[in-house]
């Protein structure tokens, strides 16, 4: 099969739908399909093969963060041309109604779309404000996947129809496999995230410190992320800042290690939240997970079973929960069984084939699915969102 995948961030910025992307062209490559992916690139930008880049990313204030997005007449004529070139027997879009590649590959494709919605949010002004332009290229698109019923919620409400809901997937093999860094191992509790972006909750988790520090003076805070490392600091007393490690960016490999290393990893994330895929990540890594409340994140964790949830932006909550976790070997071992168990349901072995199985389900034919005579059974048709005559 040949699958057009489009990206709407740009591809040298890492993120969670950046990551989800390359994952999934990457086991389709290995299924042996042909696979395009349209993203957003600097000039300078190393791509893989399989990536094409749409042209320069502008930063501009999406979902409660600042995405690098890209827009306008020269992207619309990158976008036909990927097309043309690609003569694609399916084209994946990813966020459609954010205002990038994905919108304008709906208006400009022609045949199987099949789009994907990763946004979890109930009040968004932009999404309710652009209803009538986002409708008309929507309306194009054979098929809806929602990686949370959180984003299937947003989807529903602020443009109608529905869609089915497939998580975003994980190696889980890759991060259970790796090997434990001996440095970031002992009294060590992990942070992965963009420092200077608030919704990832690094300051919940600063405020939160100080008292973890006094109960537990040996422990060890460790970053990884990009971001002002200074002002991430600056609210702490100045001896508990060497507490601190910044490991900025790191690579895949070492992210996998320090997940496998840490006693304790910890989500503070305060809003904006559609899945969570640092938790799966960390649950594949064996990491003991402690997460904020929010309904993604109690969703992913099995409700508290395979990690611990604490009150979004209470620090007071957060210390005592990661006191109680650092004390309790036993307790950690328990959450690390059970979220080791529970990742399996995300990883791409079973990721992969449910996305493969709605590809299929369109390319047979979205008017035959419409149809009364159709032999499936109408909910299949209700849960991926195909357009009906």
């Not at 349209?38 to 600042?66: E, Q």
């Not at 840490?262 to 503070?268: K, M, N, T």
């Not at 909550?317 to 168990?341: K, M």
Request: contains cysteine.
């Amino acid at each position: 099969m040949r699958i057009g995948i489009v990206c709407p961030y740009s591809w040298d910025v890492p993120g969670g739908v950046q990551f989800h992307i390359r994952d999934l062209a990457e086991y389709f490559l290995r299924l042996g399909h042909e696979v395009s992916v349209l993203a957003p690139a600097d000039d300078d930008t190393p791509l893989p093969p399989y990536v094409v880049s749409a042209g320069r990313a502008v930063p501009v204030p999406y979902n409660g963060s600042v995405a690098r997005l890209n827009f306008g007449f020269l992207s619309a004529a990158r976008v036909r041309r990927w097309l043309h070139d690609g003569a694609f027997d399916v084209v994946h879009i990813h966020e459609p109604t954010s205002p990038s590649l994905g919108l304008l590959t709906c208006w400009a494709a022609q045949g199987p779309m099949v789009a994907t919605f990763h946004t979890s949010n109930p009040r968004s002004k932009a999404m309710i404000a652009a209803y009538a332009i986002l409708q008309a290229a929507l309306e194009k698109i054979s098929a809806r996947i929602a990686v949370s019923e959180y984003a299937r919620r947003t989807l529903v409400e602020h443009l109608g129809g529905d869609a089915v809901v497939i998580p975003n997937g994980v190696d889980v093999d890759f991060f259970a496999k790796a090997d434990p860094n001996p440095a970031w191992q002992g009294d060590t509790i992990g942070f992965i995230g963009r420092i200077d972006e608030p919704r990832k909750g690094l300051p919940v988790l600063m405020r939160a410190l100080p008292k973890i520090l006094a109960a537990r003076p040996q422990t060890r805070l460790l970053i990884a992320g990009r971001g002002d490392e200074e002002e991430a600091v600056a609210s702490l007393p100045a001896e508990l800042r060497p507490r601190v490690e910044f490991l900025g960016m790191v690579s895949d490999e070492d992210k996998a290690r320090l997940l496998r290393s840490v006693d304790l990893y910890v989500a503070p994330n305060t809003g904006g939240e559609s899945f969570g895929i640092i938790l799966v990540e960390a649950m594949s890594a064996g990491a003991p997970v402690l997460a904020a409340d929010l309904d993604a994140f109690a969703q992913v964790l099995d409700q508290g079973a395979a990690g611990e949830l604490f009150a979004n932006e209470d620090a007071d909550a957060l210390a005592d929960a990661a006191v109680r976790l650092l004390a309790d070997p036993d307790r950690r071992a328990a959450l690390s069984a059970h979220g080791s168990a529970h990742v399996r349901r995300f990883d791409w072995s079973t990721v992969g084939a449910d996305i493969l199985s709605v590809y299929e389900t369109v390319t047979a034919g979205a008017a035959a699915v419409a149809t009364t005579d159709d032999p499936r059974p109408p909910g299949l048709r209700s849960r991926l969102g195909l357009a009906r005559d």
